[in-house]
């Protein structure tokens, strides 16, 4: 079995294309993005970190704010995604056990992703969704990858798929009803999704 450590939720990106905090768009029930991403990560019974890059999004007591590991430039903007997951794991007790990363731009419940993701990993470093682009922003990470990681961040390195070119990496296929659910950058993108 597979020792879930916590849940980040990734709600810290510029959202430029979107026009808005892709965090706070509204679902039909009132819910935002952020607080439908919460709701869920809280049925694995494991913490639930937020990551939203020093924006204040969450209002919510019950989830840890955390910093990324590498701080913001002086135009605040951050180091994207892979210095938000090493902050995370830097939150965490253990060092042996995984991390789930869901981004907030995604309308995919997190624990249908962890259930989908857990059966399937034997001992990968990483394990995430793929479909016609990959999706590594929705997978399941190594916490003892941390050093390895920080490393290539101090590098200024900031690619995932570059820090994941080298790692024993697993693939799960995204299944169709999730293809449209996966990724939103846009507007349109997100009321297709919430259609869906």
């Known amino acids: 079995m597979v020792d879930l450590l916590g849940i980040v939720i990734l709600a810290g990106g510029e959202s430029s294309r979107m026009g808005s905090p892709k965090a706070l768009l509204k679902l039909a029930n009132g819910e935002t993005l952020l607080e439908f991403h919460i709701r869920h990560a809280k049925n694995l019974n494991a913490p639930v970190?937020?990551?939203?890059?020093?924006?204040?999004?969450?209002?919510n007591k019950s989830v840890k704010i955390i910093d990324d590991y590498i701080k913001n430039d002086e135009a605040g903007k951050?180091?994207?995604?892979?210095?938000?997951?090493?902050?995370?794991?830097?939150?965490?007790i253990s060092q042996n056990?995984?991390?789930?990363?869901?981004s907030c731009d995604c309308l995919i419940?997190?624990?249908?992703?962890?259930?989908?993701?857990?059966h399937q990993i034997i001992d990968e470093d990483v394990i995430y969704f793929k479909g016609e682009k990959d999706y590594p922003l929705l997978g399941l990470y190594r916490v003892d990858l941390l050093l390895t990681l920080k490393d290539f961040l101090d590098k200024g390195n900031r690619s995932v798929m570059k820090f994941l070119s080298d790692k024993k990496v697993k693939t799960v296929d995204l299944p169709n009803e999730w293809g449209k659910l996966a990724n939103f950058n846009t507007l349109d993108e997100f009321n297709l999704a919430v259609k869906n």
Do not use: P, R, T
């Open 49 to 59: 970190m937020v990551a939203d890059n020093s924006k204040h999004f969450c209002q």
């Open 78 to 92: 951050g180091a994207g995604a892979l210095s938000a997951i090493a902050g995370a794991i830097e939150n965490l």
């Open 97 to 102: 056990g995984y991390l789930m990363v869901i």
């Open 109 to 118: 419940e997190a624990d249908l992703v962890f259930a989908k993701l857990v």
